[in-house]
């Protein structure tokens, strides 16, 4: 008989389970973590994570949207909260920051594991995936729509300028497959390309 939680245990066990299971998943990645390591980490019966979670894939996956909803909150205040235009610079800076934390980032550092990758797809619901993709367009479509109305950025569908953006961080997935030594170079120049491609430095209008 599985154990009855008041509200706010469960929401002290969920907090607990995504807290360790942050710090397990960094320290040894998703695929050599196991509910067992995490219910110990946390102090639960392991049929007790079940009614949190459906799987450790579950548990990674949400803790991965809020890495990313974090990160992007962070680099959105610093990059694109003035009234004035975003420079092809300023620009760039923001590509090449979000490469280096994704790169940085020990808990991110996970995505470059494509065999984890993999598995992490197989075990989640197809419609919360569709979800995560859908979310990552609705918070960069209004920064590129506000860009074209303040003339810094080119007026390109912004649907299409959101695959680019996301397709330079897939790219970025496949450094194993680039090879470390033409990497840093290839992603530069990726990144030296969209910016040129999209951003409209105000001093060239004339």
Do not use: C
């Given at each position: 008989?599985?154990?009855?939680?008041?509200?706010?245990?469960?929401?002290?066990?969920?907090?607990?389970?995504?807290?360790?299971?942050?710090?397990?998943?960094?320290?040894?990645?998703?695929?050599?973590?196991?509910?067992?390591?995490l219910t110990k980490a946390v102090g639960i019966?392991?049929?007790?994570?079940?009614?949190?979670?459906?799987?450790?894939?579950?548990?990674?996956?949400?803790?991965?949207?809020?890495?990313?909803?974090?990160?992007?909150?962070?680099?959105?205040?610093?990059?694109?909260?003035?009234?004035?235009?975003?420079?092809?610079?300023?620009?760039?800076?923001?590509?090449?920051?979000?490469?280096?934390?994704?790169?940085?980032?020990?808990?991110?550092?996970?995505?470059?594991?494509?065999?984890?990758?993999?598995?992490?797809?197989?075990?989640?619901?197809?419609?919360?995936?569709?979800?995560?993709?859908?979310?990552?367009?609705?918070?960069?479509?209004?920064?590129?729509?506000?860009?074209?109305q303040q003339g810094w950025m080119k007026p390109?569908?912004?649907?299409?300028?959101?695959?680019?953006?996301?397709?330079?961080?897939?790219?970025?997935?496949?450094?194993?497959?680039?090879?470390?030594?033409?990497?840093?170079?290839?992603?530069?120049?990726?990144?030296?390309?969209?910016?040129?491609?999209?951003?409209?430095?105000?001093?060239?209008?004339?």
């Amino acid at each position: 008989m599985m154990p009855r939680f008041s509200k706010q245990e469960k929401e002290n066990i969920r907090r607990e389970l995504q807290q360790k299971g942050k710090q397990l998943f960094a320290l040894y990645g998703l695929k050599k973590t196991s509910v067992a390591d995490l219910t110990k980490a946390v102090g639960i019966a392991q049929g007790t994570f079940y009614l949190f979670y459906p799987s450790k894939e579950e548990l990674y996956f949400e803790l991965l949207e809020q890495e990313e909803e974090y990160i992007r909150e962070r680099l959105t205040s610093v990059y694109f909260q003035s009234d004035s235009p975003v420079s092809r610079d300023s620009f760039k800076r923001f590509l090449h920051e979000s490469l280096a934390t994704m790169e940085n980032n020990p808990f991110l550092q996970q995505l470059y594991d494509e065999e984890m990758m993999e598995a992490l797809f197989r075990k989640l619901p197809p419609d919360k995936l569709e979800r995560h993709f859908a979310k990552d367009a609705d918070d960069l479509l209004p920064i590129i729509v506000l860009g074209q109305q303040q003339g810094w950025m080119k007026p390109q569908q912004p649907e299409i300028i959101v695959s680019l953006i996301r397709s330079l961080i897939l790219l970025a997935l496949q450094k194993h497959l680039i090879g470390e030594e033409r990497y840093g170079d290839t992603m530069g120049l990726f990144v030296d390309l969209i910016a040129d491609g999209l951003i409209i430095d105000q001093n060239e209008e004339d």
